[in-house]
């Protein structure tokens, strides 16, 4: 037996997707609602955020731990070379950065409308200036990196790759991770670094890179989406 197997399956997985869909779309009801009744700005988007990753992260331990008997540990939270894993983290950010820009010059000469939703939705839903800067950076940069490796790297990848192998697994897992986002423009590129999360998994056996390229990237795409400009950010 592989001596990475796991004890979830497959359909503990779309059990648990099921969940996060469910969980985005009844925080889609309360934004509405918190619109309607005039809560103040900012504050449904941010405690939304907040408590749907906490939701996700109560689905992965109840299908994985409670239900299946296993461990963070087995989900990736363990150490790693640190060294090794930094030199991989810098080689694949240059990497995804360099395929997302000729990406972008190839969507403008096919005439794919370039949309930045993703990126236009930080400040407005965490603020502008310093203080939504720094609530920003622990929501995309720190809280989602982490939570979102947990569920597709530690959960959701380990489970297809048992079932289907690591090369079927880092492709769907990556294109899962880009569908999960909801932008047609960014589909490509968010897919792009979801392949490159799923691998340095597979080569690190742990969560520990991957959310030091996950959280690299966000926290690039925060301080130009604050400070210089409008860039997508993979969240």
């Known amino acids: 037996m592989d001596d990475r197997s796991v004890p979830w399956t497959i359909t503990d ?5 099921l969940f996060f869909i469910l969980m985005i779309t009844m925080g889609s009801l309360v934004f509405l609602v918190g619109r309607i009744i005039d809560v103040p700005k900012g504050v449904v988007p941010i405690v939304g955020t907040v408590v749907g990753y906490l939701l996700l992260v109560a689905a992965i331990w109840y299908f994985a731990i409670l239900k299946r008997g296993a461990t963070w540990k087995m989900l990736g939270l363990k150490g790693f070379n640190p060294a090794a894993g930094a ?3 810098v ?3 240059f990497l995804v950065r360099i395929v997302s820009f000729f990406y972008v010059i ?5 005439g794919l409308e370039e949309t930045q939703d993703i990126a236009r939705q930080i400040p407005e839903a965490f603020g502008a200036g310093t203080k939504g800067f720094i609530i920003a950076f622990m ?3 720190v809280l989602a990196p982490v939570v979102e490796e947990l569920f597709f790297r530690g959960f959701l990848y380990q489970a297809l790759r048992q079932r289907w192998g690591a090369n079927v697994a880092i492709v769907a897992s990556g294109v899962l991770f880009s569908l999960a986002h909801f932008s ?13 999360l799923a691998y340095l998994y597979e080569r690190t056996d742990s969560l520990g890179p991957p959310i030091m390229l996950h959280a690299l990237n966000n926290l690039i795409s925060v301080v130009v989406v604050y400070y210089g400009g409008v860039l997508p950010a993979v969240g």
Do not use: K, T
Request: aromatic share 16%; glycine share 6%.
């Open 91 to 93: 080689a694949w950010f």
């Open 13 to 17: 997985v779309a059990y648990a997707l």
């Open 139 to 141: 929501i995309v940069v």
């Open 106 to 110: 190839i969507a403008e000469r096919v």
């Open 184 to 196: 047609l423009y960014l589909l490509v590129p968010i897919a792009v670094i979801g392949f490159a």
């Open 87 to 89: 030199g991989l983290v």
